[in-house]
């Protein structure tokens, strides 16, 4: 990984499910039995400070994993955090098959609230709790 600074994006390199369990035990293996989600990716972020305004560009692409199916080749997205509430973040994503967008709020320092419509159909939201480690800013 490498992180982002004034003039560069942040660079990741990294995957999903890449194991199996079964009789090999492999990182790329071929079998496609509880690997449903496999990928692997490289993305870049970029944050940019604009009138007061906190707009994200990310861009990645992936090989999709054995099934071809998760994040088959090139996906990206926008965010955007507002001066006027920098708790809030609206975002657009292309996930390489469909458009979604959604929205994340920060409640009292703890509180996530966020929903999201998936190919701008699909309705969905939800709410976590921030956890802040002892030495942690916030």
């Given at each position: 990984?490498?992180?982002e ?12 499910d ?7 035990l ?6 496609t ?6 990928s692997?990716f ?9 009138a007061?305004?906190r707009?994200g ?16 080749g ?7 955090a507002?001066?006027?509430l ?18 994340d709020?920060?409640?009292?320092k ?21 956890f802040y ?6």
């Amino acid at each position: 990984m490498i992180k982002e600074s004034k003039l560069r994006p942040s660079l990741v390199i990294g995957g999903n499910d890449l194991y199996t369990t079964g009789q090999e035990l492999e990182i790329i293996s071929q079998r496609t039995s509880n690997r449903f989600f496999n990928s692997t990716f490289v993305v870049a972020t970029k944050h940019l400070d604009v009138a007061d305004n906190r707009i994200g560009f990310t861009v990645g692409i992936s090989n999709g994993g054995v099934r071809k199916q998760n994040l088959n080749g090139v996906f990206g997205g926008i965010s955007f955090a507002p001066a006027f509430l920098p708790t809030l973040r609206l975002m657009a994503e292309y996930d390489a098959e469909v458009v979604s967008t959604g929205a994340d709020i920060l409640l009292w320092k703890h509180l996530y609230v966020f929903g999201m419509a998936y190919d701008l159909k699909h309705f969905a939201g939800g709410l976590s709790y921030r956890f802040y480690l002892k030495n942690q800013a916030h």
